[in-house]
């Protein structure tokens, strides 16, 4: 079930305060909206595998699916939790997880090292060095935005980091370092679903070159690099396989991970947050459905769809 994977990957301490809803029902919205950002992102990988298969019903299947997880998912439970707020908080919060990202990604390249895994060394350092230059010049766009006076001027993109040669092989098979590259998946494809809102902000208050910044850092072409980490994770198979995985996930979050968040906020009196889960566990039940019926024209039966 591997749009499963990130569920329980929450830090109480990441949850921003409100007064409207319980703190576990705030945690579950957290781990919501990272679910539905590491499903969208698989989801534009596996799309992209079924092209290059020559299979394009299951390509625009699984891309309208990967926009419903992007825009509908994310986007309605990031408001719950007031993920975004004006454009220098937005940058704040930018730039404390980038801080914290790097020091992440440097301590899973010495583990990587130690573990004899080569391959996920180069991964986790050229991620460090990224989200370090990332974090630089979101600290510059900071001071242009908060001290306009400092003559500081928000820079046009996000330096781009040298080109390295594709990542080819086999997958990993030291656990530790199988385990920090699941992470560092979930890290990065939550890390651009809030660029995207970002972007919307910075536009919707007329900062067009602020939005240009936020929009490098979730440009489509991190997609071919987030497939490349998620094969040497050992995520990426053929469509079928892929399609099967998928089912699994969605299956798991519609009648096991959204139905208990309904009923935990339902106890606690977070009745719309209730509401809100119980939709969306039909939802992905719905579209487990969907996909399960794309698969058997393929020829395929998925376990996970019986």
Same mark, same amino acid.
């Given at each position: 079930?591997?749009?499963?994977?990130?569920?329980?990957?929450?830090?109480?301490?990441?949850?921003?305060?409100?007064?409207?809803?319980?703190?576990?029902?705030?945690?579950?919205?957290?781990?919501?909206?990272?679910?539905a950002a590491f499903a969208h992102a698989m989801y534009r990988v596996y799309a992209a595998r079924a092209?290059?298969?020559?299979?394009?019903?299951?390509?625009?299947?699984?891309?309208?699916?990967?926009?419903?997880?992007?825009?509908?998912?994310?986007?309605?439970?990031?408001?719950?939790?007031?993920?975004?707020?004006?454009?220098?908080?937005?940058?704040?919060?930018?730039?404390?997880?980038?801080?914290?990202?790097?020091?992440?990604?440097?301590?899973?390249?010495?583990?990587?090292?130690?573990?004899?895994?080569?391959?996920?060394?180069?991964?986790?350092?050229?991620?460090?060095?990224?989200?370090?230059?990332?974090?630089?010049?979101?600290?510059?766009?900071?001071?242009?935005?908060?001290?306009?006076?400092?003559?500081?001027?928000?820079?046009?993109?996000?330096?781009?980091?040298?080109?390295?040669?594709?990542?080819?092989?086999?997958? +990993?098979?030291? *656990?530790? %370092? $199988?385990?920090?590259? @699941?992470?560092? &998946?979930?890290?990065?494809?939550? /890390?651009?679903?809030?660029?995207?809102?970002?972007?919307?902000?910075?536009?919707?208050?007329?900062?067009?070159?602020?939005?240009?910044?936020?929009?490098?850092?979730?440009?489509?072409?991190?997609?071919?690099?987030?497939?490349?980490?998620?094969?040497?994770?050992?995520?990426?198979?053929?469509?079928?396989?892929?399609?099967?995985?998928?089912?699994?996930?969605?299956?798991?979050?519609?009648?096991?991970?959204?139905?208990?968040?309904?009923?935990?906020?339902?106890?606690?009196?977070?009745?719309?947050?209730?509401?809100?889960?119980?939709?969306?566990?039909?939802?992905? +039940?719905?579209? *487990?459905? %969907? $996909?399960?019926?794309? @698969?058997?024209? &393929?020829?395929?039966?998925?376990? /996970?769809?019986?």
């Amino acid at each position: 079930m591997l749009i499963a994977v990130p569920v329980r990957t929450v830090n109480m301490a990441d949850v921003r305060s409100r007064d409207d809803v319980h703190a576990q029902t705030r945690a579950n919205l957290w781990e919501s909206a990272r679910s539905a950002a590491f499903a969208h992102a698989m989801y534009r990988v596996y799309a992209a595998r079924a092209a290059q298969e020559r299979l394009p019903h299951v390509r625009d299947l699984l891309n309208q699916v990967a926009g419903t997880e992007s825009h509908e998912r994310f986007t309605g439970q990031a408001k719950l939790i007031g993920l975004v707020g004006d454009n220098a908080a937005n940058l704040r919060d930018a730039i404390t997880r980038d801080s914290y990202l790097a020091s992440l990604y440097r301590r899973f390249a010495a583990e990587a090292e130690h573990d004899g895994e080569t391959k996920a060394v180069r991964v986790f350092t050229d991620q460090s060095r990224t989200v370090a230059a990332r974090h630089d010049t979101l600290t510059q766009a900071l001071t242009a935005i908060v001290h306009p006076a400092s003559g500081m001027a928000i820079p046009a993109a996000v330096p781009v980091p040298p080109h390295r040669p594709r990542i080819r092989g086999h997958a +990993v098979s030291a *656990a530790r %370092t $199988l385990g920090n590259l @699941v992470t560092a &998946l979930v890290q990065e494809a939550f /890390a651009d679903a809030r660029y995207t809102l970002y972007v919307r902000r910075a536009r919707q208050t007329g900062e067009p070159r602020l939005a240009m910044l936020f929009g490098s850092m979730a440009g489509a072409g991190r997609t071919e690099q987030f497939a490349e980490q998620a094969q040497l994770a050992g995520l990426i198979h053929d469509t079928r396989a892929n399609a099967c995985e998928a089912i699994g996930g969605e299956i798991y979050n519609g009648r096991q991970m959204y139905p208990g968040f309904a009923r935990q906020a339902a106890r606690v009196g977070d009745h719309a947050v209730a509401a809100l889960f119980t939709s969306t566990a039909r939802d992905e +039940v719905k579209q *487990a459905q %969907t $996909l399960t019926s794309a @698969v058997s024209r &393929l020829g395929t039966r998925c376990p /996970a769809s019986g």
